[in-house]
């Protein structure tokens, strides 16, 4: 089944990113290993499992791919570059293949919140979906200080409806909600649904400072204690029938960043699909 190209609006909005990065995008750095032998057969043995396949985030950086074929790392390099990200190296690593970053992406900064960093991880979705993989699930597999979701996808068989586009509602400490590339009738559903099914109401609406819209709520939803605990999860359910109602599903929930236990780094986001 042919997929469409997701998130068009991305492509137009970043084009200016993507020609500033051409000789990143083309000439990126390779590493020698730093831990242990990494040899061709690692990773070939790795590719052979063409059904199944993993993403996963590392440390405070990388990305590493397990099962993707080679010939789609390019594609990889352009949506890192395309959603403001830049490669510092990519390189083997044992079974996988690994794009080391520039900057620290899975790291929350305060004020800042993960719109690029969100924006990279919904555009990986979409490519791993017109790639033909289909997610099927996420796990916190680690215990380690800076552990993140392993995605785990499978080859999607023939005739499976596979979602059309994606976008992120991001919950961002304590009290905001954010949408980070959505349509304009997934921000009316969400104004609407806190109007309706938020106790206390809506204190602000407006756009963060890298241009997302943002929703803050009267109380602090995130660190809610008491009868809020449940309330607040009542509104999640009333937000999830919303959504579904206007098409759109929760496609996965992911832990990107790393940081403070009292910040966006602890919460997870939504990734939402619509066939």
Known sequence: MSVQVL???LQASHASIVDRSTVLLIEPQVESPEKGPTTTQDYEYNAALSAYASVSLHELDKIRLMGISPEYHAEFRKVIFASGHQIQ????YACSHQFKLVGNPWVYKHGSGRTESLRLVVMIMSLMVRSGWQLVLT???SAKSYDKDMWMFRRAGAGVPQPQSFCVVSFAYPD???LIDGPDELLQVIRQTIQTSYRKGLQEE???????PMFKLFGNPW???????MYTRRFLL???ASFERIGWTIYASLDITTGAAESDSSLDCWILAKH
């Not at 407006?206 to 997302?212: D, F």
């Open 7 to 9: 998130l068009p609006h």
């Open 89 to 92: 190296s990519e390189r083997p």
């Open 139 to 141: 796990t916190d597999i």
């Open 176 to 178: 905001q909600l954010r």
């Open 206 to 212: 407006g756009t963060t400072v890298k241009g997302a």
């Open 223 to 229: 660190v809610a204690s008491g009868d809020e605990t």
């Open 238 to 240: 009333e937000l999830l």
